[in-house]
């Protein structure tokens, strides 16, 4: 079966640290690997979008990875700030549906 | 550009009543999604389609049916509603050539 892990399920930390979420998933055969940000009560928006042949991809203070031989992804964030709070979601496409992984709820403290 | 927009934003159902929630996307993608959300839990895939007059169950498709009769609309019915079937609800649509997701701001239902 195919399943989407997230470590930890929540964070908290001071604002200005670096931070690392994890997303592990038991199937290799993957399409692509998409970090979402989920804010209380809304929808869900897209940060970051790697495709099975790349390893990383970059915005802002976002860096995400990606391993596929070793079933994990890494999203960082750096600098956090109090409007980072929220969310993260991963999810990974196996032809075309996204499994998700339960989310990692992050709150920043000013 | 309005996106993926989702109507209603809350409904609160009894037992056994059936209901429409829609979806609509106005960037012209084939793929359209339907997903349900518990709390403390990730998303799950209800039907999905990948171009208009072609649906597809995913992994939660019971007590549910959809349509996509045009691009921009992918309608779900809730027949007999239950009281499992409380949760949030997500569409979202999906871009073919980078493959991100779209979401609307949900639907949140409660079955009573």
């Known amino acids: 079966k195919q399943e989407v892990t997230q470590i930890p399920a929540a964070l908290s930390v001071p604002e200005g640290e670096n931070l690392v979420l994890n997303c592990s998933f038991t199937d290799s055969a993957i399409y692509n690997l998409q970090w979402f940000r989920q804010d209380p009560g809304k929808g869900l928006t897209s940060l970051l979008l790697i495709q099975s042949s790349q390893r990383e991809q970059t915005s802002g203070r976002l860096n995400a990875s990606l391993d596929k031989s070793s079933g994990r992804s890494t999203l960082y964030i750096a600098a956090s700030q109090p409007g980072d709070s929220a969310t993260y979601l991963c999810?990974?496409?196996?032809?075309?549906?996204?499994?998700f992984g339960a989310g990692t709820i992050l709150r920043v403290k000013s | 550009n309005a996106g993926v927009t989702q109507t209603p934003k809350f409904r609160i159902l009894k037992i056994g009543q059936s209901m429409t929630l829609q979806c609509t996307q106005d960037m012209n993608h084939n793929y359209m999604y339907w997903y349900r959300q518990d709390p403390g839990m990730g998303l799950k895939l209800i039907y999905y389609s990948v171009g208009a007059g072609i649906t597809d169950k995913g992994e939660v498709p019971n007590g549910y049916n959809v349509s996509r009769s045009t691009t921009e609309d992918f309608p779900l019915r809730l027949e007999l509603a239950a009281p499992s079937q409380t949760s949030v609800y997500f569409c979202?649509?999906?871009?073919?050539?980078?493959?991100?997701?779209?979401f609307g701001p949900g639907t949140r239902l409660t079955v009573t």
């Open positions: 999810a990974v496409e196996y032809g075309n549906k996204l499994v």
């Open positions: 979202a649509s999906r871009d073919r050539t980078t493959y991100e997701q779209y």
